[in-house]
Protein backbone atom coordinates (compact mmCIF):
# COMPACT_ATOMS: atom_id res chain seq x y z
CA UNK A 1 0.00 0.00 0.00
CA UNK A 2 1.35 3.77 -1.03
CA UNK A 3 -0.86 5.78 1.15
CA UNK A 4 -0.29 8.21 -1.29
CA UNK A 5 -4.16 9.18 -0.93
CA UNK A 6 -5.01 7.53 2.31
CA UNK A 7 -2.68 9.76 4.26
CA UNK A 8 -4.86 13.09 5.15
CA UNK A 9 -7.49 10.76 5.89
CA UNK A 10 -5.50 8.51 8.41
CA UNK A 11 -5.86 10.30 11.57
CA UNK A 12 -9.69 10.90 10.42
CA UNK A 13 -10.74 7.53 10.82
CA UNK A 14 -7.30 6.25 13.27
CA UNK A 15 -9.34 6.11 16.37
CA UNK A 16 -7.19 2.66 18.03
CA UNK A 17 -6.41 1.68 21.58
CA UNK A 18 -3.29 0.43 21.04
CA UNK A 19 -1.82 3.94 22.61
CA UNK A 20 -1.72 2.93 26.29
CA UNK A 21 0.28 -0.35 25.38
CA UNK A 22 3.44 1.02 23.32
CA UNK A 23 3.52 4.03 25.86
CA UNK A 24 3.70 1.60 28.90
CA UNK A 25 6.81 -0.64 27.10
CA UNK A 26 8.09 2.75 26.11
CA UNK A 27 8.33 4.12 29.30
CA UNK A 28 9.86 0.85 30.72
CA UNK A 29 12.13 0.31 28.56
CA UNK A 30 13.90 3.89 29.59
CA UNK A 31 15.56 4.76 26.42
CA UNK A 32 15.02 6.18 22.83
CA UNK A 33 13.00 4.58 21.14
CA UNK A 34 12.22 3.46 17.10
CA UNK A 35 9.21 3.45 15.63
CA UNK A 36 9.25 1.33 11.74
CA UNK A 37 6.17 2.75 9.51
CA UNK A 38 5.58 6.03 11.46
CA UNK A 39 3.32 7.46 9.21
CA UNK A 40 1.70 10.64 10.52
CA UNK A 41 2.86 10.05 13.94
CA UNK A 42 -0.05 9.15 15.85
CA UNK A 43 1.89 7.19 18.37
CA UNK A 44 5.16 8.68 18.11
CA UNK A 45 3.79 12.04 19.20
CA UNK A 46 1.86 11.07 22.49
CA UNK A 47 5.40 9.39 23.34
CA UNK A 48 7.49 12.15 22.54
CA UNK A 49 4.52 14.57 24.74
CA UNK A 50 5.98 12.21 27.58
CA UNK A 51 9.25 12.72 27.16
CA UNK A 52 10.45 9.44 25.06
CA UNK A 53 12.20 10.50 22.55
CA UNK A 54 11.14 8.56 18.86
CA UNK A 55 13.25 7.57 15.55
CA UNK A 56 10.45 6.76 13.42
CA UNK A 57 11.00 5.63 9.76
CA UNK A 58 8.58 5.69 6.85
CA UNK A 59 8.82 5.24 3.33
CA UNK A 60 5.62 6.82 2.56
CA UNK A 61 6.45 10.82 1.47
CA UNK A 62 2.66 11.42 1.91
CA UNK A 63 2.64 10.24 5.56
CA UNK A 64 5.44 11.99 6.44
CA UNK A 65 4.10 15.31 5.36
CA UNK A 66 0.99 14.72 7.71
CA UNK A 67 3.57 14.33 10.65
CA UNK A 68 5.44 16.85 9.64
CA UNK A 69 2.13 19.04 9.71
CA UNK A 70 1.28 17.79 13.05
CA UNK A 71 4.35 17.84 14.45
CA UNK A 72 4.76 21.53 13.75
CA UNK A 73 2.24 22.41 16.07
CA UNK A 74 3.79 20.47 19.13
CA UNK A 75 5.93 22.48 21.74
CA UNK A 76 9.53 23.29 20.96
CA UNK A 77 10.29 19.84 23.71
CA UNK A 78 8.40 17.19 21.41
CA UNK A 79 9.49 18.43 18.21
CA UNK A 80 12.91 17.66 19.36
CA UNK A 81 11.95 14.35 20.32
CA UNK A 82 10.60 13.11 17.11
CA UNK A 83 13.22 12.19 14.58
CA UNK A 84 11.20 11.73 11.12
CA UNK A 85 13.18 9.86 8.36
CA UNK A 86 12.18 8.38 5.10
CA UNK A 87 13.23 4.78 5.09
CA UNK A 88 12.08 1.18 4.51
CA UNK A 89 11.96 -1.10 7.68
CA UNK A 90 13.42 -4.01 5.55
CA UNK A 91 16.45 -2.16 4.70
CA UNK A 92 18.02 1.12 7.16
CA UNK A 93 21.18 1.55 8.90
CA UNK A 94 20.51 4.06 11.60
CA UNK A 95 24.34 4.01 13.37
CA UNK A 96 22.73 3.77 16.37
CA UNK A 97 20.76 1.27 18.46
CA UNK A 98 17.57 1.57 20.56
CA UNK A 99 15.98 0.66 24.30
CA UNK A 100 12.73 0.16 22.77
CA UNK A 101 11.39 -0.72 18.86
CA UNK A 102 7.91 -0.99 17.91
CA UNK A 103 5.61 -1.60 15.13
CA UNK A 104 2.00 -0.40 15.43
CA UNK A 105 -0.81 -0.61 13.36
CA UNK A 106 -0.56 -4.39 12.14
CA UNK A 107 2.09 -2.32 10.21
CA UNK A 108 4.20 -5.74 9.94
CA UNK A 109 1.72 -7.16 8.02
CA UNK A 110 3.34 -4.82 4.78
CA UNK A 111 5.93 -7.31 4.45
CA UNK A 112 4.27 -9.44 2.21
CA UNK A 113 6.51 -11.38 1.44
CA UNK A 114 8.59 -14.15 3.69
CA UNK A 115 11.78 -12.65 2.72
CA UNK A 116 10.63 -9.54 3.65
CA UNK A 117 10.35 -10.25 7.24
CA UNK A 118 13.35 -11.95 7.67
CA UNK A 119 14.73 -8.56 6.15
CA UNK A 120 12.70 -6.31 8.72
CA UNK A 121 13.38 -8.76 12.05
CA UNK A 122 17.12 -8.65 11.03
CA UNK A 123 16.88 -5.21 10.56
CA UNK A 124 15.31 -4.63 13.76
CA UNK A 125 17.58 -7.10 15.86
CA UNK A 126 20.83 -5.01 14.22
CA UNK A 127 19.36 -2.26 15.89
CA UNK A 128 17.93 -3.44 19.32
CA UNK A 129 20.45 -2.86 22.58
CA UNK A 130 20.94 -5.81 24.31
CA UNK A 131 17.74 -6.30 27.00
CA UNK A 132 15.87 -4.21 24.42
CA UNK A 133 12.29 -4.87 23.75
CA UNK A 134 10.84 -5.37 20.50
CA UNK A 135 6.69 -5.05 20.69
CA UNK A 136 4.45 -5.62 17.52
CA UNK A 137 0.86 -6.31 16.42
CA UNK A 138 -0.72 -7.98 13.51
CA UNK A 139 -3.90 -8.79 12.08
CA UNK A 140 -5.23 -12.12 13.06
CA UNK A 141 -6.92 -14.11 10.73
CA UNK A 142 -9.16 -15.73 13.20
CA UNK A 143 -11.47 -18.32 11.55
CA UNK A 144 -14.44 -16.65 12.77
CA UNK A 145 -13.57 -13.41 10.25
CA UNK A 146 -15.65 -13.68 7.25
CA UNK A 147 -12.77 -14.37 4.13
CA UNK A 148 -15.35 -11.12 2.39
CA UNK A 149 -15.74 -7.71 4.52
CA UNK A 150 -16.99 -4.36 3.98
CA UNK A 151 -17.86 -1.67 6.28
CA UNK A 152 -18.08 1.95 5.91
CA UNK A 153 -17.84 4.91 8.45
CA UNK A 154 -18.09 9.07 7.78
CA UNK A 155 -16.80 11.84 9.87
CA UNK A 156 -17.25 15.55 9.29
CA UNK A 157 -14.33 17.84 8.43
CA UNK A 158 -13.98 21.65 8.28
CA UNK A 159 -15.87 23.86 5.72
CA UNK A 160 -19.05 21.60 6.02
CA UNK A 161 -17.90 18.65 3.91
CA UNK A 162 -18.46 14.70 4.85
CA UNK A 163 -15.91 12.20 4.49
CA UNK A 164 -17.34 9.01 3.86
CA UNK A 165 -14.90 5.62 4.13
CA UNK A 166 -15.77 2.43 2.25
CA UNK A 167 -13.32 -0.09 2.79
CA UNK A 168 -13.81 -3.96 1.20
CA UNK A 169 -10.98 -6.58 2.14
CA UNK A 170 -10.88 -9.95 0.63
CA UNK A 171 -8.85 -12.89 2.87
CA UNK A 172 -6.72 -15.78 0.51
CA UNK A 173 -5.99 -17.88 2.98
CA UNK A 174 -3.95 -20.27 0.60
CA UNK A 175 -2.01 -17.53 -0.46
CA UNK A 176 -1.77 -15.44 2.77
CA UNK A 177 -2.95 -12.20 1.33
CA UNK A 178 -5.82 -9.60 2.31
CA UNK A 179 -6.49 -7.53 -0.47
CA UNK A 180 -7.84 -3.84 0.56
CA UNK A 181 -9.70 -1.40 -1.92
CA UNK A 182 -10.34 2.32 0.42
CA UNK A 183 -12.38 4.75 -1.32
CA UNK A 184 -12.84 8.25 0.60
CA UNK A 185 -15.82 10.05 -0.98
CA UNK A 186 -15.57 13.58 -0.49
CA UNK A 187 -19.49 15.47 0.22
CA UNK A 188 -20.48 18.74 0.95
CA UNK A 189 -24.53 19.47 1.10
CA UNK A 190 -25.01 16.23 -0.42
CA UNK A 191 -23.08 16.66 -3.43
CA UNK A 192 -20.15 14.45 -4.38
CA UNK A 193 -16.69 17.08 -4.64
CA UNK A 194 -14.14 14.26 -4.95
CA UNK A 195 -13.19 10.85 -4.83
CA UNK A 196 -10.15 8.84 -4.33
CA UNK A 197 -9.43 4.90 -4.16
CA UNK A 198 -6.31 3.33 -2.75
CA UNK A 199 -5.54 -0.66 -3.28
CA UNK A 200 -3.24 -2.71 -1.32
CA UNK A 201 -2.41 -6.25 -0.39
CA UNK A 202 -1.21 -7.12 2.94
CA UNK A 203 0.15 -10.14 4.26
CA UNK A 204 -1.79 -12.51 6.88
CA UNK A 205 0.92 -13.98 8.98
CA UNK A 206 0.19 -16.69 11.87
CA UNK A 207 1.17 -16.54 15.29
CA UNK A 208 3.33 -19.72 14.47
CA UNK A 209 5.56 -18.52 11.80
CA UNK A 210 5.74 -14.98 13.60
CA UNK A 211 7.03 -17.08 16.69
CA UNK A 212 9.10 -19.24 14.62
CA UNK A 213 11.05 -16.00 12.25
CA UNK A 214 11.51 -14.23 15.53
CA UNK A 215 13.38 -16.99 17.39
CA UNK A 216 15.76 -17.48 13.97
CA UNK A 217 16.40 -13.95 13.89
CA UNK A 218 17.80 -14.53 18.17
CA UNK A 219 14.48 -12.82 19.39
CA UNK A 220 13.44 -14.24 23.13
CA UNK A 221 9.31 -13.87 23.06
CA UNK A 222 8.48 -12.81 26.34
CA UNK A 223 4.47 -12.53 25.69
CA UNK A 224 1.97 -13.22 23.46
CA UNK A 225 -1.61 -11.43 23.92
CA UNK A 226 -5.03 -11.47 22.18
CA UNK A 227 -5.08 -7.70 22.39
CA UNK A 228 -3.82 -4.30 23.75
CA UNK A 229 -5.43 -5.17 27.25
CA UNK A 230 -2.88 -7.75 27.31
CA UNK A 231 -5.72 -10.18 26.93
CA UNK A 232 -4.56 -14.12 26.81
CA UNK A 233 -4.10 -14.84 23.47
CA UNK A 234 -6.96 -17.03 21.42
CA UNK A 235 -7.04 -18.36 17.83
CA UNK A 236 -10.05 -16.29 17.83
CA UNK A 237 -8.61 -12.80 19.00
CA UNK A 238 -8.82 -10.04 16.43
CA UNK A 239 -4.94 -9.40 16.98
CA UNK A 240 -1.62 -10.92 17.78
CA UNK A 241 0.32 -8.68 20.19
CA UNK A 242 3.58 -9.78 20.47
CA UNK A 243 6.25 -8.25 23.08
CA UNK A 244 9.72 -9.92 22.88
CA UNK A 245 12.97 -9.03 23.89
CA UNK A 246 17.10 -9.22 22.35
CA UNK A 247 18.85 -11.17 24.98
C1 LIG B 1 -1.05 1.33 9.08
S1 LIG B 1 0.05 2.66 8.86
C2 LIG B 1 0.65 2.89 10.51
C3 LIG B 1 1.13 4.27 10.81
C4 LIG B 1 1.48 4.52 12.27
N1 LIG B 1 2.53 3.63 12.72
C5 LIG B 1 0.28 4.34 13.18
O1 LIG B 1 0.36 3.49 14.07
O2 LIG B 1 -0.71 5.04 13.01
C6 LIG B 1 1.41 1.85 8.07
C7 LIG B 1 2.58 2.74 7.74
O3 LIG B 1 3.68 1.93 7.36
C8 LIG B 1 4.34 2.51 6.26
N2 LIG B 1 5.10 1.45 5.54
C9 LIG B 1 4.59 0.42 4.82
N3 LIG B 1 5.58 -0.34 4.34
C10 LIG B 1 6.75 0.22 4.78
C11 LIG B 1 8.14 -0.11 4.61
N4 LIG B 1 8.51 -1.17 3.90
N5 LIG B 1 9.05 0.67 5.22
C12 LIG B 1 8.67 1.77 5.94
N6 LIG B 1 7.39 2.13 6.11
C13 LIG B 1 6.44 1.37 5.55
C14 LIG B 1 3.23 3.16 5.47
O4 LIG B 1 3.72 4.18 4.63
C15 LIG B 1 2.33 3.69 6.59
O5 LIG B 1 2.68 4.98 6.96
Known sequence: MTYRLAAKFYDLFGSKNDLEFYKELALQSGGKALELGVGTARVAIPLARTGVTVVGIDNSVRMLRVAIEKLAKESAAVRRRVILKRGDMRDFELKQTFSFIYIPASTFDHNITVEDRKRTLNCIY???KKDGIFAFDLEQAAPSKPEKSWWIDRKEIEGGKMVVRSVFTRRDLTKRRCSLDLFFDVYKNGKLLE???????????SKDEIIGLLEETGFKVVSVYGDFDKSKYQ????KIVLVTKRE
Open 126 to 128: KHL
Open 195 to 205: RYHEYGEVAII
Open 235 to 238: KDSS
